[in-house]
């Protein structure tokens, strides 16, 4: 693990074992005063969690919340969501834009219905498999081992750089294990 930080030069740290332990409890604690009271936050309902992660991709949280409770409260289980129409899928998304979401996950619904008997699957490998699901959301979502956090000034166009923006700080591949426990 590395953090970076570029400014007028560039430094990299080895970041050892003192310094994760340090990092997850100021995390935990950070969190445990500031996090948002989320819909998603109270549910470990795999359902759930998966309609808010696609939800959220390249949408903000504060629009997100009234969508997900519609959502939810019309589509409670992945059976519901199979079972209706793309129209009226499409209908509660209407607003939230990027409308392959909505398909994909309708499309994906069913899969896992069908072959799923409606259980969200637990593995990586058949996650990856269903329509409108990639390596970050099968991470971030479904995978209590993987934490990636970013945090970075973006640049004028709003979009972070790969390669880190001017006061960026990134720390990938702590794991979610790592940050309970001490």
């Not at 504060?62 to 209706?84: I, N, W």
Request: charged share 25%; proline share 5%.
């Amino acid at each position: 693990l590395f953090l970076e930080r570029k400014s007028v030069t560039t430094t990299l740290v080895q970041i050892d074992a003192n310094w994760r332990r340090r990092f997850r409890r100021n995390l935990l604690r950070w969190y445990g005063e500031h996090a948002r009271d989320l819909p998603w936050r109270r549910s470990q309902d795999p359902h759930q969690i998966w309609i808010s992660e696609i939800m959220l991709q390249q949408t903000t949280v504060v629009a997100v919340v009234p969508y997900f409770e519609r959502f939810l409260e019309r589509f409670p289980s992945v059976h519901e969501l199979a079972d209706a129409d793309e129209s009226d899928v499409l209908m509660l998304w209407e607003g939230l834009g990027y409308y392959s979401r909505a398909r994909n996950l309708h499309r994906a619904a069913q899969i896992v219905a069908a072959e799923y008997g409606g259980a969200v699957p637990d593995s990586r490998t058949e996650l990856l498999k269903l329509p409108g699901i990639g390596a970050y959301t099968v991470d971030v979502s479904f995978d209590p081992e993987v934490v990636d956090v970013v945090a970075c000034a973006p640049h004028s166009s709003g979009i972070c750089n790969e390669d880190l923006s001017p006061g960026a700080i990134r720390v990938t591949g702590v794991s979610a294990g790592g940050l309970t426990g001490d």
